[in-house]
Protein backbone atom coordinates (compact mmCIF):
# COMPACT_ATOMS: atom_id res chain seq x y z
CA UNK A 1 0.00 0.00 0.00
CA UNK A 2 1.25 3.60 -1.01
CA UNK A 3 1.74 5.93 2.17
CA UNK A 4 -0.01 8.97 2.13
CA UNK A 5 2.59 11.18 2.33
CA UNK A 6 3.53 9.11 -1.10
CA UNK A 7 0.59 9.17 -2.30
CA UNK A 8 -0.01 13.12 -2.25
CA UNK A 9 4.08 13.39 -3.49
CA UNK A 10 2.46 10.95 -6.48
CA UNK A 11 -0.42 13.25 -6.96
CA UNK A 12 1.60 16.07 -6.89
CA UNK A 13 3.71 15.20 -9.52
CA UNK A 14 1.13 14.76 -11.35
CA UNK A 15 -0.30 18.14 -10.77
CA UNK A 16 2.86 19.82 -11.73
CA UNK A 17 3.49 17.67 -15.15
CA UNK A 18 -0.46 18.18 -16.24
CA UNK A 19 0.72 21.92 -15.63
CA UNK A 20 3.93 22.25 -17.65
CA UNK A 21 3.58 24.78 -20.25
CA UNK A 22 4.24 22.13 -22.68
CA UNK A 23 1.72 19.95 -21.69
CA UNK A 24 -0.52 23.11 -21.34
CA UNK A 25 0.55 24.29 -24.96
CA UNK A 26 -0.36 20.67 -26.65
CA UNK A 27 -3.42 21.02 -25.02
CA UNK A 28 -4.44 24.53 -25.63
CA UNK A 29 -3.39 23.96 -29.40
CA UNK A 30 -4.95 20.97 -29.59
CA UNK A 31 -5.24 19.60 -32.44
CA UNK A 32 -2.05 20.81 -34.57
CA UNK A 33 -2.48 17.84 -36.98
CA UNK A 34 -4.93 15.36 -38.00
CA UNK A 35 -6.14 12.61 -35.37
CA UNK A 36 -6.24 8.92 -36.01
CA UNK A 37 -9.35 7.25 -35.18
CA UNK A 38 -8.85 3.00 -35.24
CA UNK A 39 -11.60 1.36 -36.22
CA UNK A 40 -10.91 -2.50 -34.64
CA UNK A 41 -13.05 -4.40 -37.54
CA UNK A 42 -12.45 -4.10 -41.17
CA UNK A 43 -14.29 -1.47 -43.33
CA UNK A 44 -17.79 -1.80 -44.45
CA UNK A 45 -19.92 -3.15 -41.40
CA UNK A 46 -21.83 -1.44 -38.49
CA UNK A 47 -18.46 -0.33 -36.69
CA UNK A 48 -16.87 1.47 -39.63
CA UNK A 49 -20.11 3.23 -40.94
CA UNK A 50 -20.56 4.79 -37.62
CA UNK A 51 -16.80 5.56 -37.67
CA UNK A 52 -16.97 7.07 -40.81
CA UNK A 53 -19.94 9.17 -39.90
CA UNK A 54 -18.69 10.46 -36.98
CA UNK A 55 -14.95 11.26 -38.51
CA UNK A 56 -15.99 13.42 -41.00
CA UNK A 57 -18.17 15.88 -38.84
CA UNK A 58 -15.85 15.96 -35.82
CA UNK A 59 -13.10 16.50 -38.38
CA UNK A 60 -15.52 19.92 -39.69
CA UNK A 61 -15.83 21.13 -35.95
CA UNK A 62 -12.08 20.77 -34.77
CA UNK A 63 -10.33 22.17 -38.04
CA UNK A 64 -8.37 18.85 -38.95
CA UNK A 65 -8.71 16.19 -40.51
CA UNK A 66 -10.33 12.83 -38.48
CA UNK A 67 -8.71 9.59 -41.12
CA UNK A 68 -10.46 6.41 -39.99
CA UNK A 69 -8.32 3.77 -40.01
CA UNK A 70 -9.27 0.13 -39.79
CA UNK A 71 -7.34 -2.60 -37.61
CA UNK A 72 -9.94 -5.62 -37.54
CA UNK A 73 -8.68 -9.02 -36.50
CA UNK A 74 -9.73 -11.46 -33.19
CA UNK A 75 -13.31 -9.79 -32.61
CA UNK A 76 -11.76 -6.50 -32.31
CA UNK A 77 -9.18 -7.60 -29.28
CA UNK A 78 -6.15 -6.54 -32.05
CA UNK A 79 -7.73 -3.00 -32.58
CA UNK A 80 -9.18 -2.23 -29.15
CA UNK A 81 -4.85 -3.31 -28.15
CA UNK A 82 -3.46 -0.54 -30.82
CA UNK A 83 -5.84 2.06 -28.97
CA UNK A 84 -4.62 1.40 -25.57
CA UNK A 85 -1.10 1.08 -26.43
CA UNK A 86 -0.80 4.22 -28.81
CA UNK A 87 0.68 7.63 -27.21
CA UNK A 88 -1.87 9.30 -25.00
CA UNK A 89 -1.70 12.79 -26.69
CA UNK A 90 -5.09 13.17 -27.99
CA UNK A 91 -4.10 12.20 -32.02
CA UNK A 92 -5.28 8.59 -31.77
CA UNK A 93 -8.08 7.94 -30.19
CA UNK A 94 -10.72 4.53 -31.06
CA UNK A 95 -14.24 3.44 -31.15
CA UNK A 96 -15.36 1.06 -28.83
CA UNK A 97 -18.02 -1.19 -28.57
CA UNK A 98 -20.08 -4.02 -26.39
CA UNK A 99 -17.99 -6.29 -28.44
CA UNK A 100 -14.35 -4.61 -27.27
CA UNK A 101 -15.33 -3.06 -24.13
CA UNK A 102 -18.13 -6.01 -22.91
CA UNK A 103 -18.52 -9.57 -24.38
CA UNK A 104 -14.71 -9.59 -25.13
CA UNK A 105 -13.59 -8.92 -21.56
CA UNK A 106 -15.98 -11.09 -20.07
CA UNK A 107 -15.46 -14.43 -22.27
CA UNK A 108 -11.63 -14.50 -23.27
CA UNK A 109 -8.82 -15.21 -20.40
CA UNK A 110 -5.81 -13.63 -22.20
CA UNK A 111 -6.90 -10.27 -23.56
CA UNK A 112 -3.95 -8.07 -24.48
CA UNK A 113 -5.76 -5.30 -22.98
CA UNK A 114 -7.53 -4.52 -20.06
CA UNK A 115 -10.72 -2.73 -20.92
CA UNK A 116 -11.25 -0.52 -18.09
CA UNK A 117 -7.81 0.41 -17.09
CA UNK A 118 -6.18 1.28 -20.60
CA UNK A 119 -8.87 3.51 -21.84
CA UNK A 120 -10.32 6.87 -21.33
CA UNK A 121 -13.49 6.90 -22.30
CA UNK A 122 -14.83 10.62 -24.68
CA UNK A 123 -18.38 9.70 -25.32
CA UNK A 124 -20.88 6.99 -26.61
CA UNK A 125 -22.43 8.15 -29.98
CA UNK A 126 -24.72 5.60 -31.12
CA UNK A 127 -27.08 3.03 -30.17
CA UNK A 128 -27.41 0.56 -33.03
CA UNK A 129 -30.06 -2.41 -32.34
CA UNK A 130 -29.05 -5.74 -33.09
CA UNK A 131 -32.36 -8.01 -35.20
CA UNK A 132 -32.84 -12.39 -34.15
CA UNK A 133 -34.25 -13.33 -38.02
CA UNK A 134 -34.76 -16.54 -38.87
CA UNK A 135 -34.89 -18.09 -41.87
CA UNK A 136 -38.32 -18.37 -43.74
CA UNK A 137 -38.95 -22.12 -43.94
CA UNK A 138 -39.00 -21.95 -39.75
CA UNK A 139 -42.34 -22.44 -39.70
CA UNK A 140 -42.58 -19.27 -36.55
CA UNK A 141 -44.34 -16.22 -37.49
CA UNK A 142 -43.42 -14.87 -33.92
CA UNK A 143 -40.82 -14.88 -30.97
CA UNK A 144 -43.36 -16.88 -29.23
CA UNK A 145 -43.74 -19.35 -31.58
CA UNK A 146 -40.24 -19.65 -31.97
CA UNK A 147 -40.01 -20.66 -28.56
CA UNK A 148 -42.36 -23.04 -28.72
CA UNK A 149 -40.85 -24.61 -31.33
CA UNK A 150 -37.57 -25.07 -29.76
CA UNK A 151 -38.82 -26.09 -26.73
CA UNK A 152 -40.60 -28.91 -28.53
CA UNK A 153 -37.47 -29.60 -30.26
CA UNK A 154 -34.83 -29.52 -28.01
CA UNK A 155 -31.25 -29.04 -30.10
CA UNK A 156 -33.82 -29.58 -33.65
CA UNK A 157 -32.88 -25.74 -34.79
CA UNK A 158 -29.75 -24.31 -35.03
CA UNK A 159 -28.08 -20.92 -34.66
CA UNK A 160 -25.57 -19.23 -36.34
CA UNK A 161 -22.65 -16.66 -34.95
CA UNK A 162 -19.61 -14.57 -36.42
CA UNK A 163 -17.33 -17.39 -33.79
CA UNK A 164 -17.17 -18.85 -30.45
CA UNK A 165 -17.01 -16.09 -27.56
CA UNK A 166 -18.53 -13.58 -30.60
CA UNK A 167 -21.31 -11.25 -29.41
CA UNK A 168 -23.77 -12.68 -31.43
CA UNK A 169 -22.83 -16.03 -29.84
CA UNK A 170 -23.00 -14.50 -26.20
CA UNK A 171 -26.38 -12.95 -26.56
CA UNK A 172 -28.01 -16.06 -28.11
CA UNK A 173 -26.42 -17.97 -25.01
CA UNK A 174 -27.98 -15.20 -23.17
CA UNK A 175 -31.61 -15.83 -24.34
CA UNK A 176 -31.49 -19.42 -24.81
CA UNK A 177 -30.80 -19.43 -21.02
CA UNK A 178 -33.84 -16.62 -20.15
CA UNK A 179 -35.97 -18.26 -22.11
CA UNK A 180 -35.40 -22.02 -21.59
CA UNK A 181 -35.18 -23.20 -24.70
CA UNK A 182 -32.01 -24.62 -26.34
CA UNK A 183 -30.35 -24.38 -29.84
CA UNK A 184 -27.94 -25.95 -31.90
CA UNK A 185 -24.72 -23.32 -32.05
CA UNK A 186 -23.06 -22.84 -35.67
CA UNK A 187 -20.15 -20.78 -35.40
CA UNK A 188 -18.52 -19.32 -38.07
CA UNK A 189 -15.25 -17.24 -39.09
CA UNK A 190 -16.71 -13.86 -39.81
CA UNK A 191 -20.32 -12.38 -40.16
CA UNK A 192 -20.12 -12.61 -43.34
CA UNK A 193 -20.45 -16.50 -44.02
CA UNK A 194 -22.99 -16.77 -40.68
CA UNK A 195 -25.30 -14.28 -42.90
CA UNK A 196 -24.54 -16.12 -46.14
CA UNK A 197 -25.30 -19.15 -44.73
CA UNK A 198 -28.51 -18.02 -42.77
CA UNK A 199 -29.84 -16.90 -46.38
CA UNK A 200 -29.59 -20.34 -47.87
CA UNK A 201 -30.84 -21.80 -44.81
CA UNK A 202 -28.28 -23.91 -43.65
CA UNK A 203 -28.84 -22.69 -40.30
CA UNK A 204 -32.21 -21.74 -39.40
CA UNK A 205 -31.42 -18.35 -37.20
CA UNK A 206 -29.02 -15.87 -36.53
CA UNK A 207 -28.92 -12.16 -34.51
CA UNK A 208 -26.71 -9.86 -36.73
CA UNK A 209 -26.95 -5.67 -36.35
CA UNK A 210 -30.04 -4.40 -38.06
CA UNK A 211 -28.07 -2.29 -40.32
CA UNK A 212 -26.53 -5.03 -42.32
CA UNK A 213 -29.44 -7.76 -41.80
CA UNK A 214 -31.92 -4.96 -43.08
CA UNK A 215 -32.02 -5.47 -46.94
CA UNK A 216 -32.56 -9.19 -46.67
CA UNK A 217 -35.45 -8.72 -44.55
CA UNK A 218 -36.93 -6.19 -46.56
CA UNK A 219 -36.40 -8.86 -49.43
CA UNK A 220 -38.21 -11.63 -47.63
CA UNK A 221 -35.15 -13.39 -47.12
CA UNK A 222 -34.82 -13.59 -43.64
CA UNK A 223 -37.92 -12.64 -40.74
CA UNK A 224 -37.49 -10.38 -37.82
CA UNK A 225 -38.63 -12.07 -34.60
CA UNK A 226 -37.26 -8.96 -32.16
CA UNK A 227 -34.43 -6.62 -31.79
CA UNK A 228 -32.26 -5.95 -28.99
CA UNK A 229 -32.66 -2.44 -28.25
CA UNK A 230 -34.19 0.22 -25.86
CA UNK A 231 -37.44 0.91 -28.01
CA UNK A 232 -38.66 -0.44 -31.29
CA UNK A 233 -36.91 0.32 -34.16
CA UNK A 234 -38.82 2.67 -36.73
CA UNK A 235 -37.68 0.66 -39.54
CA UNK A 236 -39.64 -2.60 -38.16
CA UNK A 237 -42.31 -0.65 -36.23
CA UNK A 238 -43.80 -4.11 -35.88
CA UNK A 239 -40.91 -6.25 -34.30
CA UNK A 240 -40.75 -5.96 -30.19
CA UNK A 241 -38.10 -5.76 -28.22
CA UNK A 242 -37.07 -8.66 -26.19
CA UNK A 243 -38.12 -6.48 -23.14
CA UNK A 244 -41.11 -6.44 -24.65
CA UNK A 245 -41.30 -10.02 -25.01
CA UNK A 246 -40.23 -10.11 -21.36
CA UNK A 247 -36.69 -10.58 -21.86
CA UNK A 248 -34.87 -7.30 -19.91
CA UNK A 249 -32.01 -9.28 -18.92
CA UNK A 250 -30.80 -9.14 -22.52
CA UNK A 251 -29.51 -5.36 -22.27
CA UNK A 252 -30.46 -2.71 -24.30
CA UNK A 253 -28.50 -3.88 -27.60
CA UNK A 254 -25.13 -2.83 -29.00
CA UNK A 255 -23.59 0.80 -28.90
CA UNK A 256 -20.39 2.52 -30.66
CA UNK A 257 -18.28 5.05 -28.63
CA UNK A 258 -15.09 6.68 -28.49
CA UNK A 259 -12.15 6.07 -26.09
CA UNK A 260 -8.44 7.20 -26.31
CA UNK A 261 -5.79 5.90 -24.42
CA UNK A 262 -5.37 6.11 -20.71
CA UNK A 263 -3.36 9.03 -19.53
CA UNK A 264 -4.78 11.39 -22.26
CA UNK A 265 -4.99 14.46 -20.81
CA UNK A 266 -8.08 15.64 -19.43
CA UNK A 267 -8.90 19.12 -21.66
CA UNK A 268 -8.30 17.09 -24.96
CA UNK A 269 -11.29 14.39 -23.68
CA UNK A 270 -13.56 17.37 -22.73
CA UNK A 271 -12.42 19.01 -26.61
CA UNK A 272 -12.88 15.80 -28.45
CA UNK A 273 -16.15 15.16 -26.33
CA UNK A 274 -17.54 18.87 -27.11
CA UNK A 275 -16.29 18.17 -30.67
CA UNK A 276 -18.48 14.67 -30.86
CA UNK A 277 -21.12 16.26 -29.58
CA UNK A 278 -21.78 19.20 -31.43
CA UNK A 279 -21.08 16.91 -34.64
CA UNK A 280 -23.80 14.49 -33.79
CA UNK A 281 -26.36 17.40 -33.58
CA UNK A 282 -25.85 18.29 -37.50
CA UNK A 283 -28.83 17.23 -39.82
CA UNK A 284 -26.90 15.94 -42.22
CA UNK A 285 -24.78 13.48 -39.34
CA UNK A 286 -29.29 12.79 -38.02
CA UNK A 287 -30.00 12.17 -41.29
CA UNK A 288 -27.23 9.37 -42.21
CA UNK A 289 -27.89 8.12 -38.61
CA UNK A 290 -31.79 7.15 -38.78
CA UNK A 291 -30.58 5.77 -42.26
CA UNK A 292 -28.44 2.89 -40.50
CA UNK A 293 -31.01 2.54 -37.78
CA UNK A 294 -29.09 3.85 -35.11
CA UNK A 295 -30.40 6.22 -32.21
CA UNK A 296 -28.19 9.12 -30.24
CA UNK A 297 -26.35 7.89 -27.48
CA UNK A 298 -24.31 11.05 -26.50
CA UNK A 299 -23.01 11.70 -22.81
CA UNK A 300 -20.74 12.44 -20.67
CA UNK A 301 -17.00 10.39 -20.46
CA UNK A 302 -18.03 9.09 -16.65
CA UNK A 303 -21.83 8.20 -17.97
CA UNK A 304 -19.72 6.08 -20.91
CA UNK A 305 -17.47 4.68 -18.32
CA UNK A 306 -20.41 3.35 -16.66
CA UNK A 307 -22.16 2.08 -19.48
CA UNK A 308 -19.08 0.39 -20.02
CA UNK A 309 -18.94 -1.03 -16.72
CA UNK A 310 -22.54 -2.09 -17.05
CA UNK A 311 -21.87 -3.96 -20.38
CA UNK A 312 -18.91 -6.00 -18.91
CA UNK A 313 -20.89 -7.03 -15.79
CA UNK A 314 -24.00 -8.69 -18.08
CA UNK A 315 -21.47 -10.24 -20.17
CA UNK A 316 -19.59 -11.54 -17.41
CA UNK A 317 -23.38 -12.94 -15.71
CA UNK A 318 -23.82 -14.67 -19.55
CA UNK A 319 -20.38 -16.36 -19.65
CA UNK A 320 -20.30 -17.96 -16.26
CA UNK A 321 -24.26 -19.23 -17.09
CA UNK A 322 -23.51 -20.48 -20.57
CA UNK A 323 -20.00 -21.54 -19.65
CA UNK A 324 -18.24 -19.64 -22.15
CA UNK A 325 -14.32 -18.93 -21.65
CA UNK A 326 -11.74 -18.65 -24.78
CA UNK A 327 -8.02 -18.29 -24.34
Not at 34 to 40: A, D, N, R, T, Y
Not at 167 to 181: K, Q, V
Not at 186 to 211: C, E
Request: hydrophobic share 45%; proline share 8%; glycine share 10%.
Amino acid sequence: MMSRRCLAAALAASAATLCAPGVLAQTSDYPARPIKLIVPFAAGGSTDMVARLLADKMGAVLGKAVVVDNKGGAGGSLGADAIAKAAPDGYTIGMATVSTHGSNPAIYAKLPYHAVKDFAPITNVMAVPSVFVVHPSVPAKSMKEFIALAKANPGKYSFASPGNGSLGHANIENFMDLAGIELMHVPYKGAGQAVNDALAGVVNAMTDNLPSTLPHIKGDKLRPLAVLALKRSPVLPDVPTYTELGFPEMGDGGWFGLVAPAGTPAPIIKKLNEAAHKAMKMPDYVEKMHGISGEPMANSPEQFAKQIDAAIARYQRVARKANIRLD
